[in-house]
């Protein structure tokens, strides 16, 4: 167990270096073949199935943990311990493990406030990054996240798992090749019960939780036991409600099927409706997203009571001149929900991005050691521009307006209340977001 002494002595010796910004200490130099050395960072609900994922590949090992959590730290040594027989290195502050030359790849599934910030330390640190969804808690934070990427020529994989999904990849092949016609919306659904979180008062933080380190760049609240380990999601200062929880995976295939990206329109309605609690976000949400040839990407949150929608629940409808497909089904392609269309023999479909490989985190190694990102399922790029379209939902929502985008100067149109949510209002000392990564 590290001792919180000796969390203030380590971490003393990590800051002098860390805190002004972190220098590449070495890149990429291994053979193909060389085994990689992975680091998970926050672990106590998603990373689990990190630590499963890479435990069990061929040339991969775990070599050291990160958790600002003492009692998880110790959770997730235990469980590495007992997949390969081998104890990692453990750390409760991310800039010390940035500085572990053993460390080749950082997998990280913390609260969203911290995506972005650790993406770009570990790019600077010559490390590559598999990071979980929304890749990013802000518009602006997602922009620095694809320049640290793409300066320090660094693989930084977004974990929406769908796109290594055959089924699903398949569905977009027909789609592109013109198996429903032309496509002109697409629906995300993302309807799941989410009860009240109630009512807790701040009180001091519990002795196994490094608070500081836990909220790292968001702004500064007393801690309330709300907040850890789960109903964050529903607090602005840490995430982005359901939308950009489990919201953004159904947002991204959605944008992913019309070919889009940054739209030139928002408009975003909803409510935290049924309960009084102490959470922030909305329960129910309607987003609709309108491009400049009028295509339209139309999202939906509902927490409460409610039916599916052609066989989904959490999932897509896709939208074309010659008929329809759900995922619910597999993405059958139709005309009415009891009629199929004909099959088409004559379509060709054409190869996606990617290596192909139906395991996303495989999918992620096998570019580390190509050093293509082009390898990728969801390079950062694509991951961010779907976070994004989250913010700009909530954005829409907050203000309670319709609002106007460009997608070229990427910022609202006219409209200096919506721009300054762009991006955190004021940043945090030793935990800022460079304006130059």
Not at 88 to 105: S, T
Not at 339 to 360: A, I
Request: proline fraction near 5%; include cysteine.
């Amino acid at each position: 167990m590290i001792t919180r002494r000796e969390f203030l002595v380590q971490s003393g010796k990590a800051l002098v270096g860390a805190a002004a910004g972190l220098t590449i200490l070495r890149a990429w130099s291994h053979s193909p073949n060389d085994t990689i050395g992975v680091a998970v960072v926050g672990f106590n609900g998603q990373g689990k199935t990190h630590i499963r994922q890479f435990s069990q590949m061929e040339g991969v090992q775990i070599v050291a943990l990160c958790d600002v959590d003492e009692r998880v730290l110790q959770q997730g040594a235990a469980m590495v311990e007992q997949l390969t027989g081998k104890r990692p290195k453990l750390y409760v502050d991310v800039r010390q493990l940035l500085e572990d030359p053993d460390v080749d790849v950082v997998s990280t599934a913390t609260p969203n406030h911290w995506h972005a910030l650790i993406t770009i330390w570990a790019c600077q640190a010559g490390k590559d990054v598999y990071v979980e969804k929304p890749a990013c808690w802000s518009f602006y934070e997602g922009e620095k996240m694809v320049e640290a990427a793409r300066k320090y020529n660094r693989i930084v994989q977004v974990g929406h798992q769908t796109r290594s999904d055959p089924i699903t990849r398949n569905a977009i092949q027909r789609a592109r090749a013109g198996e429903i016609g032309e496509i002109y919306m697409v629906r995300g659904l993302c309807y799941k019960p989410r009860g009240p979180i109630g009512f807790q008062k701040d009180t001091d933080p519990p002795p196994w939780l490094h608070w500081e380190l836990w909220q790292g760049p968001a702004e500064r609240r007393p801690f309330n036991p709300n907040y850890v380990h789960y109903n964050w999601h529903w607090f602005w200062n840490y995430g982005n409600g359901d939308i950009g929880n489990q919201g953004v995976h159904q947002m991204d295939i959605g944008r992913w099927f019309l070919g889009k990206g940054l739209p030139v329109k928002v408009h975003s309605v909803g409510g935290r409706y049924g309960y009084k609690d102490q959470g922030e976000t909305p329960n129910t949400q309607v987003a609709t997203f309108e491009y400049e040839d009028g295509k339209l990407l139309v999202f939906e949150v509902r927490g409460l009571y409610t039916n599916d929608e052609q066989g989904a629940k959490i999932g897509n409808l896709v939208y074309g001149s010659l008929g329809y497909m759900s995922s619910g089904d597999g993405y059958k392609a139709r005309r009415s929900p009891t009629e199929e269309l004909p099959p088409n023999e004559n379509l060709k479909l054409e190869p996606l991005e990617g290596t192909g490989e139906d395991n996303h985190y495989r999918n992620f190694i096998q570019a580390v050691r190509s050093r293509r990102w082009q390898d990728l399922h969801c390079d950062v790029a694509e991951g961010v521009i779907s976070a994004q379209l989250c913010h700009l939902a909530n954005i829409s929502y907050r203000l309670g307006r319709s609002l106007r985008f460009d997608p070229v100067r990427k910022q609202f149109v006219g409209d200096k209340e919506a721009n300054a949510m762009l991006r955190r209002a004021r940043q945090v000392k030793g935990f800022e977001i460079p304006e130059r990564v």
